[in-house]
């Protein structure tokens, strides 16, 4: 059973807004830290945002100023909030909780004219 599940991805044209969530099935959600990571064709997988279980973020220096993360403890959601996106935020975005092997499966965020 996958125990982070991510919706949110879609197609976009640049400049477009897109809201990815990741609901967490386990137990203890709001003693972890998550984070949002994403993954292009033929690169690594890199950080996009992370939350601490205290509400501290940070950012990629890629997306900051245009990115946001913010967590709902009450329902087992970690969100990422996307603004002017480019063509090179084109990627699988996928949801972790920080420290352990948990990941979801991915989401696919496709920005293009």
């Known amino acids: 059973q996958v125990r982070l599940v991510e919706s949110g991805g879609g197609l976009v044209h640049p400049g477009g807004s897109l809201t990815l969530s990741c609901k967490d099935s386990?137990?203890?959600?709001?003693?972890?830290?998550m984070a949002w990571y994403r993954q292009m064709p033929g690169n690594e997988r890199d950080m996009v945002a992370f939350?601490?279980?205290?509400?501290?973020?940070n950012y990629g220096d890629s997306v900051k100023g245009r990115f946001t993360i913010s967590r709902d403890n009450a329902k087992n959601t970690v969100y990422l909030q996307m603004a002017s996106l480019k063509e090179e935020d084109t990627a699988v975005y996928y949801c972790?909780?920080?420290?352990?092997?948990?990941w979801g499966q991915g989401t696919q965020v496709t920005v293009t004219a």
């Open positions: 939350i601490g279980h205290r509400g501290m973020t």
């Open positions: 972790h909780i920080a420290g352990t092997g948990h």
């Open positions: 386990g137990t203890m959600f709001e003693e972890n830290a």
